[in-house]
């Protein structure tokens, strides 16, 4: 049997923890596929993680398995999950990084079947012991009621939302790209809710932005500018430089957006 297996981490390239699951994995299930979604997300932040998963995983074909480690609570009393769903398998810690997998048909099971594993794992690498051995044998067929018991209380992020006072919404850097662009938590469907047919500002620290244009060549070149990006979300940007280093932003920040 051949599977799609994705990997999401926080553990960058530098350092060998993605080879090595890779290497579990197809130690098991040699016929996998293998497509790493990204290894840049910020250390230890697992609601980026989640709005990472959310964005990407629909885009991929039906029962392909999600893996993913942001784990600061690897080796504690924190449960090893998998999720099924009518459309994909998520495999990972239960700490809300799964949450877009949550739906009304999703079953979750508390991996406790040892023989999944890889024998003796550590307390500090659970993607190489536990998430990788599971997402392979997921791939090989088994099912995910066999590697565990079937659980109603998974941990679920509460994401953060864009709040609208005094007809301006307040919403925050969610995400910055490889090219410093920066994604915002305020979707296209939260600016057309407040629609009022005046030109849209935008606000993040001491910049205020007015160039909402439709693609980033609508932008006058080393200016800065806001549209709406593949993730249907408002995104900031400067046209040919990065607007996260010019404006010394992380996520997190601040973002408010008015109608003049």
């Not at 609601?47 to 998963?53: D, H, I, K, T, W």
């Amino acid at each position: 049997m051949s599977r799609l297996i994705t990997l999401t981490t926080d553990f960058g390239l530098t350092d060998p923890f993605v080879g090595i699951m890779k290497g579990v994995i197809l130690g098991i299930a040699p016929k996998t596929t293998l497509i790493d979604l990204t290894h840049h997300i910020e250390t230890q932040n697992i609601s980026q993680g989640a709005m990472v998963l959310a964005s990407a995983t629909p885009y991929f074909p039906k029962k392909t398995i999600h893996l993913a480690v942001v784990d600061p609570g690897v080796g504690t009393t924190r449960r090893p999950i998998v999720i099924e769903t009518p459309d994909a398998y998520f495999v990972g810690p239960d700490n809300g990084l799964l949450t877009p997998a949550f739906s009304g048909k999703a079953r979750v099971y508390e991996l406790i079947r040892l023989k999944y594993f890889l024998k003796s794992p550590s307390n500090t690498f659970h993607g190489r012991d536990v998430f990788a051995p599971v997402a392979a044998h997921l791939a090989n067929g088994v099912k995910p009621s066999q590697m565990g018991k079937k659980i109603d209380d998974p941990v679920r992020l509460d994401l953060p939302r864009p709040e609208l006072k005094d007809a301006t919404l307040h919403g925050q850097v969610i995400y910055a790209d490889n090219f410093g662009n920066l994604t915002t938590n305020i979707s296209d469907q939260d600016l057309k809710r407040c629609l009022t047919g005046k030109p849209p500002v935008l606000r993040i620290g001491r910049r205020t932005l007015k160039q909402f244009v439709r693609t980033y060549g609508d932008c006058p070149k080393g200016k800065a500018g806001f549209l709406i990006n593949s993730w249907n979300a408002i995104e900031i940007f400067v046209r040919d430089d990065n607007a996260q280093q010019l404006f010394k932003t992380q996520p997190g920040a601040v973002v408010t957006l008015r109608f003049s």
